[in-house]
């Protein structure tokens, strides 16, 4: 088959676009930034959803369900969140359409509401609203909830899964009795999130703290996890905010102390969303298309007959059916892929497209020697290996492509990891050599503006635990105590 | 605790509404008739989102997901089908807010889009027209798809659960070759929702076919499945649509037969919603509170510990875990709840309004005889049990309280079944012992509006394999060969 993926060292932004659409992830709505993801795209998103979901009910949190409208004047009454928020934001102004009479169908006016709803960009807003009536004594705290749902941005450049008009996302909304246990939901949830995207989807992220610039509107601190893509340039995988008792103090949300004192609450809020499938096909894909993590992969192990005869495909069948109930009893997914419309030429290259993990291709020879050809999406090798054992030794592959994928994207962000010490070298590297640069900073908003200004690149996060060090700061040689990591970024 | 519940026989509507705010399942938004649904409700839709799920995929279907808004236009091209959803649809026209320099928060004027976005109150219109880039030739179908997502119909009377006017649901969109294996795509999900409704929710239904003056907009048969509520009135508890070629023509969707010819595609739609939550609150529940079948209760067994000092609860303790491991080997969900801020008959209320199936006490006299005490929700009876084989006691209890509730709720549907002859005795029944009454109709839409507009009652469907039998129609007297249900519905 034809694959039609340009190179990744070609355009790379073309390729992952390329491979989202041939893969059959996604592709664009018709409406503006929208997209649809695809049964396939959408397979894997149900895994990652449900391995997130089981960590999010280990850790205490229940889902919930907040209406998609936002009242205008919600909005309005945390004042940081509503500067952030309202320049992208989809608006309800009207609730029927009738026609015209001269066979139009046009908005009716005489249907206007009387105040405008917005399509929630992100729920703090409604959720405070209602923890109010749900909030009296510190009995009802914590309050750990979970939802998953979608949300709207009005995002003027838009990418599939990376940025996109619509996308669905999980938002973690929790409500504590004190600072300090807030601040600990908020880093709990943070390790869950890098957890989750290092041994579920094998991408290697820095765990740390956003600047002010960048920080989530209406937050007093935001945590994050950076992934570096195989063009050099940073995403940003997930968030986790400390949101202080601002949203609380918005929504008086007061509760009577064991002591009898009235307090407001301490908040947290915490996300990932859809934009995790760009991050995963970006990390391991290459051009012959998809790598996908066995743990995340909606198929695992492809079988691909090799036959002229329909007895022989009967005899592989045969064998391949033992095959599977072993697999499946091991929790391992399997296709057996007997398609006469195709040639297992076409099938290679369309399982590699899909990321299969491991494919196994078999014909009358192998039967008759008791072997199978394995070959690995991850590596592109192949191996003839005895069908003694084989769901045994299936099982240990597996495992071994969802290490090596993980260390391979390590190793590619240590080799794109670099310390700089001056802004010429730090201007040259973004061009010649893109990845994280470690540099010293002044601490100062305006000297970070200038540098994105200048360069493109922001500071993606102030890694935790980070190394103190003295220092000069790259762009105004002020004093600096530690290195932190820049990027141009997704 | 005080319950709060007023009782049903006293005022069904407002014992409905009190159970879902008390027992903590929904409440109403600050959004004109939307709701939040809070995480015990939300849990046991979890459980049903599930179960559907899983029967969804292994009828061949897989998930994807659509943009939440439509093209103004798309939602015209097909007639009928804007008819019935124009007059109740939100509608985006903006998409920025700004700050018009007094402080207030305004919609920009400057930001209003060219065609106006019409919030999804279902999509066969976008997937349609998306469907037109994946379906080319015969090898394409059949395409089986399905899609959770949240939908919104600017409804006017809206209740919780069962009208809201953004609801969660799945609607399953199908493209098929020929006519014959849409409509059996169409019997079949009604089939699956049947046995969920059933065999899950515990609550009997009738399946049927709706009358052309209550079919779906757009479609050319919808089936559908009622249930009867404690107060006989009916729900609609799911459908199913057969759409012929309509939205396969109106988006110009054709296909390339085997035999090269060029021709349109076949289609159905079928969906159901957390309109269930309410099918399944009023069905079963009483009084005291919810009553859950044990299939979908988040908290299947709930053990209650009866104790003064520490060292008899720590006893207890180490009982109660040694019997959870046993339940959770079995699948079977229980909570230890060792509270010490309530007393027992304050747990006891609680677990009974939250509807959880099987409640066990355990005392001190409890641990020296070796016996526990049982008390079971459906029934409202308690026994004292020996804990020799508990596990296995208690896991044959839950199959007979699910089989019990759905008897239970099959012998109210059979009794307030009634075969009408005469309006009078039509309208007398309806006042007097409503129900679903089964009735001969003349078959015209004129004849069913008219029955509507004087006794609100409608005809809920002409039930599958219905007895063929010679009869007048109850407000003509002209000639009809089959009775049909009717019935005042939510």
Not at 7 to 22: A, C, G, P, R, T
Not at 194 to 205: I, K, Q, S, Y
Not at 443 to 449: C, I
């Amino acid at each position: 088959m034809s694959k039609g993926i340009i190179s990744k060292d070609e355009d790379y932004s073309q390729w992952f676009n390329d491979l989202v659409i041939k893969a059959d992830l996604a592709e664009y709505a018709p409406v503006r930034g929208c997209m649809i993801i695809k049964p396939y795209g959408y397979s894997i998103w149900e895994k990652m959803q449900a391995a997130l979901d089981k960590m999010f009910k280990d850790t205490g949190h229940s889902n919930a369900y907040f209406p998609l409208f936002i009242p205008k004047s919600f909005f309005s009454k945390e004042a940081s969140h509503v500067d952030g928020f309202a320049k992208e934001c989809a608006v309800v102004t009207h609730y029927r359409l009738k026609n015209d009479g001269e066979g139009n169908i046009i908005v009716d006016e005489d249907a206007k509401l009387e105040e405008e709803l917005i399509v929630r960009p992100t729920s703090e807003t409604i959720i405070w609203h209602t923890y109010k009536g749900w909030i009296q004594s510190y009995r009802d705290l914590p309050l750990l909830i979970n939802q998953w749902a979608n949300v709207v941005r009005w995002e003027m450049r838009t990418r599939l899964f990376l940025r996109t008009t619509e996308f669905l996302w999980q938002e973690g909304h929790t409500a504590h009795a004190t600072a300090q246990e807030a601040v600990a939901e908020t880093e709990q949830m943070l390790e869950v999130y890098a957890d989750f995207v290092e041994n579920w989807m094998g991408v290697p992220v820095v765990k740390g703290r956003k600047t002010a610039n960048e920080r989530f509107a209406g937050a007093l601190d935001t945590y994050c996890i950076e992934a570096l893509m195989q063009d050099g340039k940073a995403l940003q995988a997930g968030t986790s905010h400390f949101l202080g008792q601002n949203f609380a103090k918005a929504f008086d949300v007061k509760f009577t102390t064991k002591e009898g004192t009235l307090e407001h609450v301490w908040a947290t809020s915490w996300g990932v969303s859809t934009r995790l499938m760009g991050a995963l096909i970006m990390t391991h894909s290459d051009d012959a298309g998809l790598v996908l993590p066995p743990k995340l992969a909606p198929i695992q192990v492809v079988a691909v007959p090799i036959y002229k005869h329909d007895e022989e495909l009967e005899n592989i069948r045969t064998y391949i059916k033992g095959l599977s109930a072993e697999l499946r009893a091991k929790g391992i997914s399997i296709k057996f892929d007997d398609r006469d419309t195709q040639r297992p030429g076409f099938k290679f290259a369309e399982y590699e497209l899909k990321g299969v993990p491991l494919r196994i291709a078999i014909g009358s020879r192998d039967m008759q020697n008791g072997t199978v050809e394995l070959a690995r999406r991850d590596t592109r090798t192949k191996e003839t290996v005895t069908q003694d054992g084989l769901a045994n030794h299936i099982e240990q592959l597996l495992e071994d492509i969802q290490t090596n994928i993980y260390q391979k994207a390590f190793k590619f962000r240590e080799e794109n990891t670099t310390e700089v010490d001056t802004y010429d070298e730090f201007k040259r590297l973004l061009d010649e050599k893109p990845g994280f640069l470690s540099a010293h900073w002044d601490g100062t908003p305006e000297t970070e503006q200038r540098i994105k200004d200048e360069t493109k690149a922001t500071i993606r996060c102030i890694p935790l635990n980070n190394k103190q060090e003295e220092g000069k700061c790259i762009l105004t040689g002020n004093p600096s105590t530690q290195r932190v990591l820049f990027a141009r970024a997704y």
